[in-house]
């Protein structure tokens, strides 16, 4: 297991919820976390992403809702959620992308009531 994802589950429309994302086997700092998802028949899609110096990639579907941080420290990314809409269910799954890897999570599934 590289990484460890937690947060997800089911929300009304117009409610928040907190991905958290650990890449637990990088020692160093790794260069870009992120999220991605995939909605049932659907391509796998970027949520957003941030590198080791904050800087931050949105998809346009997110943009101004969902805000994405990291600790770089400790390689972890957190994605706030906020304002959701019944699009936004899928499976999330956790990135972490550097040198010498490539790595996803499991996947966490976020659904959203209408």
């Known amino acids: 297991v590289q990484l460890v994802e937690s947060g997800g589950g089911l929300v009304q429309a117009g409610g928040s919820l907190k991905l958290s994302c650990a890449d637990i086997k990088s020692i160093f700092s790794v260069d870009v976390m992120g999220w991605y998802r995939q909605a049932p028949g659907k391509q796998r899609e970027l949520v957003a992403d941030?590198?080791?110096?904050?800087?931050?990639h949105y998809g346009d579907s997110v943009k101004g809702r969902f805000t994405i941080s990291r600790d770089s420290a400790k390689n972890t990314v957190s994605l706030q959620m906020n304002s959701l809409k019944p699009e936004d269910t899928a499976v999330y799954y956790c990135?972490?992308?550097?040198?010498?890897?490539?790595?996803w999570g499991q996947g966490t599934q976020v659904t959203v009531s209408s």
């Open positions: 990135n972490s992308n550097g040198w010498d890897h490539n790595y």
């Open positions: 941030i590198t080791s110096g904050g800087s931050t």
